[in-house]
Nanobody
Framework: QVQLVESGGGLVQAGGSLRLSCAAS????????MAWFRQAPGKEREFVAA????????YYADSVKGRFTISRDNAKNTAYLQMNSLKPEDTAVYYC????????????????WGQGTQVTVSS
């Protein structure tokens, strides 16, 4: 089992930045694909970004491409999401997810999830 705990969310003005962290425990995540999803009020949970086990491959939703950067530090068993140039439409609960085998944008394919961290961007 992998336990994931997100942190780093908060309230920020439009144009600002936040860095989310996803700390894993229970197992090393060095073999896991790590991803970030988000869910805004009244909307479905959507894919944001994913990174493969080594960090050599990543993928972003079009809505965040060029503004967000996903990274990982396997030695610290932690994944990150650097969010720059934030917009009000980025407001959501952000979730970290992990999967052992699949590099995918499909939320149903991820086996492990954190509890989420709230990001609110004011205009």
């Amino acid at each position: 089992q992998v336990q994931l705990v997100e942190s780093g969310g908060g309230l920020v003005q439009a144009g600002g930045s936040l860095r989310l962290s996803c700390a894993a425990s229970g197992r090393t995540i060095s073999s896991y694909v790590m991803a970030w999803f988000r869910q805004a009020p009244g909307k479905e949970r959507e894919f944001v970004a994913a990174i493969n086990y080594s960090g050599g491959r990543n993928y972003y939703a079009d809505s965040v491409k060029g503004r967000f950067t996903i990274s990982r530090d396997n030695a610290k068993n932690t994944a990150y999401l650097q969010m720059n140039s934030l917009k009000p439409e980025d407001t959501a609960v952000y979730y970290c997810a992990a999967d052992l085998t699949r590099f995918t944008t499909a939320r149903s394919m991820y086996d492990y999830w954190g509890q989420g961290t709230q990001v609110t961007v004011s205009s």
